[in-house]
């Protein structure tokens, strides 16, 4: 099972990055696949989700309105597409694929927004 992500970067406050999430070694649209994010110095903090079928996505409300997630099952990839990007969304960001019981996480990928 491998989850590698990609795409990270240093963006400007106000622009827009796509990460992406590209899976292998499970049955991915089988799986949610989820993002979630750890600032410096704090916790993990969760931040979107669609499901199994990609009939249904969830944000936090952190980022509702901001950021979009999609899947290509064709390519087992995820996406976070992250718009109007603040630098309170600085963080590593690590994609999570999750049925119970199991749970599969990415290295992650570093995301900063600065100017």
């Known amino acids: 099972v491998q989850l590698v992500e990609s795409g990270g970067g240093l963006v400007q406050p106000g622009g827009s990055l796509r990460v992406s999430c590209a899976a292998s070694?499970?049955?991915?649209?089988?799986?949610?696949m989820n993002w979630v994010r750890q600032a410096p110095g704090k916790g993990l903090e969760w931040v979107s989700c669609?499901?199994?079928?990609?009939?249904?996505?969830y944000n936090a409300d952190s980022v509702k309105d901001r950021f979009t997630t999609s899947t290509d099952n064709a390519k087992n990839t995820v996406y976070l597409q992250m718009n109007s990007l603040k630098p309170e969304d600085t963080a590593v960001y690590y994609c999570?694929?999750?049925?119970?019981?199991?749970?599969?996480w990415g290295q992650g990928t570093q995301v900063t927004v600065s100017s």
């Open positions: 070694g499970f049955t991915f649209s089988s799986y949610y």
């Open positions: 669609i499901s199994s079928n990609a009939d249904s996505t």
């Open positions: 999570i694929a999750i049925t119970t019981p199991n749970d599969y």
